[in-house]
């Protein structure tokens, strides 16, 4: 199984950006795909979720209205799309599988696959 997390780049406030999450060696019904970030001396939080059935789970509230989880149409690929973007989402972005039947979860320990984090810096 392989994750692999990619699309972060420098962005200004109030731009959109979206990240990719390729996964190879696994099934998408049996897993879910987590996105989370980890800001310079903090710890890592969980964002969004998508479970294997498709179901969305959010867990920061300050994106609540503005990222969005989905997966591909090959359903290899989970994307979030990330809109009007601060700087208090700069951050390293993961993207993490996990099975136990597909369902989320907001804890990163949770999580037996991680892709290598992509950097999102947003400019004021």
């Known amino acids: 199984v392989q994750l692999q997390a990619f699309g972060g780049g420098l962005v200004q406030t109030g731009d959109s950006l979206r990240l990719s999450c390729l996964t190879s060696g696994f099934t998408s019904v049996d897993y879910a795909v987590g996105w989370f970030r980890q800001a310079p001396g903090q710890e890592r939080e969980g964002v969004l979720c998508?479970?294997?059935?498709?179901?969305?789970?959010y867990y920061a509230d300050s994106v609540k209205d503005r990222f969005t989880i989905s997966r591909g149409n090959a359903k290899n690929t989970v994307y979030l799309q990330m809109n009007n973007l601060n700087v208090e989402d700069k951050a390293v972005y993961y993207c993490?599988?996990?099975?136990?039947?597909?369902?989320?979860?907001?804890?990163?320990?949770?999580?037996?696959?991680w892709g290598q984090g992509t950097l999102v810096t947003v400019s004021s």
């Open positions: 998508i479970s294997g059935s498709g179901d969305t789970e």
């Open positions: 993490a599988g996990r099975s136990t039947s597909g369902f989320c979860s907001s804890r990163a320990s949770r999580y037996t696959y």
